[in-house]
């Protein structure tokens, strides 16, 4: 048996709208996250992840910012993407871990639904998704409200 592992990081500064995307659910807050796509830090993490475990680069080589195309996708198009080229390699995945950090919103009530739709997504289990969060204790862009960072890891063992 083969196991890979990859990383991924993401983040996103905040702007003006009246909530965030984070790992396919909508979360009311007083800003939203600015990006090309949906700007779904958690999702973009935890793609990331996958496409590393695979040795295949990043979200911006498969759907480049450049294209208009994917301006304002959802960030589900990218994931789908990473988990049928990790199937299409031989591999399932294992395991994701994902971390949000943050001062708001906050994540621990909407954590469940978060790993319920990534869980649809990826066509997992919930209990092989976990998404927790934690703050920078306001220190750097994510302590002083500017942003959201996401941190991921994804586990791939061969099929």
């Known amino acids: 048996m083969k196991v890979r592992l ?16 984070l790992c396919g659910i909508k979360v009311p807050h ?15 993490a935890i793609t990331d992840a996958i496409y590393g475990a695979l040795a295949e680069g990043d ?17 589900d198009i990218f994931l789908k993407h990473a988990v ?5 390699a031989g591999f399932v995945i294992s395991n994701v871990d994902c971390t949000l950090v943050c001062e708001f ?3 621990g009530p ?18 092989d998704i976990s998404v ?3 703050t920078s204790e306001k220190l750097g862009f994510t302590g002083r ?15």
Do not use: C
């Open 145 to 159: 409200g500017e942003g959201i960072a996401a941190i991921a890891t994804a586990a791939l063992v061969s099929a």
């Open 110 to 127: 909407h954590a469940d639904a978060m790993r319920a739709a990534l869980s649809e997504i990826m066509g997992l289990p919930v209990g």
């Open 59 to 75: 979200i911006g080589r498969h759907f480049p910012p450049s294209d208009p195309q994917w301006k304002g996708a959802a960030s």
């Open 105 to 107: 919103p906050k994540i």
């Open 132 to 134: 927790k969060a934690t």
């Open 30 to 44: 007083d800003q939203a996250l600015m990006g090309h796509s949906d700007a779904d830090v958690g999702m973009h």
């Open 6 to 21: 990859g990383n991924g990081y993401d983040v996103h500064k905040f702007g003006p709208g009246d909530h965030v995307v």
């Open 84 to 88: 049928q080229m990790a199937r299409d």
